[in-house]
Every structure is written in structure tokens, then in C-alpha cells.
């Protein structure tokens, strides 16, 4: 499985973005799609996360209510939608993907500079 997100840059605070990760291999054994973000000088953080059914997805407390994780039915493209950013989420963002095997996979990794 090979991952490349895209997206990222600068916006101001208050503003959305949204990235979007590309899913390329062997797509149907991925079993959970999730972005991570690691700011500065701090540990990589769990954002958001859907599994396969799609159904109940897990955001961390400090994105909930603010962004959106999504994936297409083919599990081709997952993205997340970031709305009223402030500051916090200034960041270099991860898209990740775990297949059934309990096998991580990792996106290059994409900046997110929110301006206050």
C-alpha cells in the first residue's frame, strides 16, 4: 500500500482546508484510514480514524465538531475536512492506513500552517 497526501499550506485562522490522501496497492485489505498530525517539537497525535464499515468515525477531542474524515466507497481517496483552525492545528499532517494484518502505513507527510 502506498499513501500520497495532498493539501496542505497556508490559511489563515478561522479558515478550512482539506486534505486528501491517495490509496494506491492493495486497497481491500485495508481494515482502518486515519490522519495524524505531529507539530514542533511534539509526539505524532491520532486526528481522526474510520474503519472499514465506515460508520462511527473517531475524532480526538480537540478536532471534534471542527473536521471531517471521509473515504470514497472504493477506498481510493480518504480526506479530511478541517473547518475553524486556529493556531493548535498548525502542523505537518499524516494520512495512515492499517490493513488486516495490523500492517501501518504511512503518507509523506503535508504542512499546515494556520496564521493567526
Known amino acids: 500500500v502506498q499513501l500520497q497526501a495532498c493539501g496542505g499550506g497556508l490559511v489563515q485562522g478561522g479558515g478550512s482546508l482539506r486534505l486528501s490522501c491517495a490509496v494506491r496497492?492493495?486497497?481491500?485489505?485495508?481494515?482502518?484510514w486515519a490522519w495524524y498530525r505531529q507539530a514542533a517539537g511534539k509526539q505524532r497525535e491520532l486526528v481522526a480514524r474510520i474503519n472499514r464499515g465506515g460508520d462511527s468515525p473517531d475524532y480526538a477531542d480537540f478536532v471534534k465538531g471542527r473536521f471531517i474524515i471521509s473515504r470514497d466507497n472504493a477506498a481510493t481517496i480518504f480526506s479530511l475536512e478541517m473547518n475553524s483552525l486556529n493556531s493548535d492545528d498548525t502542523a505537518v499532517y499524516y494520512c495512515?492506513?492499517?490493513?488486516?494484518?495490523?500492517?501501518?502505513?504511512w503518507g509523506q507527510g503535508t504542512l499546515v500552517t494556520v496564521s493567526s
Open positions: 495512515h492506513t492499517q490493513d488486516r494484518w495490523f500492517k501501518d502505513y
Open positions: 496497492g492493495s486497497r481491500n485489505s485495508i481494515d482502518i
